[in-house]
């Protein structure tokens, strides 16, 4: 399992509900998904972005000790729906592993709820704000086929687009932020 990069049109792509019968199976491939995310220090990702077109997000917005062990406590969101948005909006950077190299900014909602399945199919709820709020939009947003690069309009989109091709062409690897 590795991280696919945009362009790929499965990033595109609008990802299929999981149904409860599906959870026991997908359950090692959501495991797989945090791993791929610890490896490349990312604090979520999203099932497409490992080519899988099902809605699985993990998250993990656990702050990083300088000099401790990262800690490892994912989150795993499955079927996920945001059902509550309030407290305004902010705008700030983000990167995404499927495009290394730079960090676009982009407006979210700063507090939202956030119900979904957990990895024994049971129902669960999160009221999140700040980075964690902004993240758990950033890889729902992945399960819509919407990139960092659908938040912005023409122009900035374009110039998006030219800077990440420039990172890419110098060597950017998932992980890497602008
Ligand atoms: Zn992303």
């Known amino acids: ?34 791993k791929v995310m610890y490896k ?38 499955i079927n996920p729906v945001i059902t509550r948005a309030w407290g305004g909006e902010s705008e700030s950077e983000e990167g995404c592993l499927s495009i290394p190299g730079i960090s676009v900014v982009i407006k979210r909602h700063n507090n939202i709820v956030v119900e979904a399945l957990d990895l024994d199919g049971q129902p669960f709820t999160v009221e999140a704000e700040g980075f964690h709020a902004r993240a758990l939009q950033h890889e729902l947003d992945h399960l819509d086929g919407k990139t960092m690069f659908e938040h912005l309009d023409p122009i900035d989109r374009i110039n998006a ?10 060597g950017a690897k998932p992980g890497d932020v602008g």
């Open 1 to 34: 399992m590795r991280v696919v990069l945009s362009p790929d049109p499965v990033l595109r792509e609008k990802c299929e509900p999981v149904e409860l019968t599906e959870i026991p199976k997908l359950r090692s491939t959501a495991r797989q998904m945090a």
């Open 40 to 77: 490349n220090r990312g604090c979520g990702l999203a099932a497409p972005q490992v080519g899988i077109t099902k809605r699985i997000i993990v998250v993990d917005c656990t702050p990083e000790v300088e000099g401790e062990p990262l800690p490892q406590n994912p989150s795993f969101y």
């Open 161 to 170: 687009f030219k800077a990440y091709e420039q990172a890419l062409a110098e």
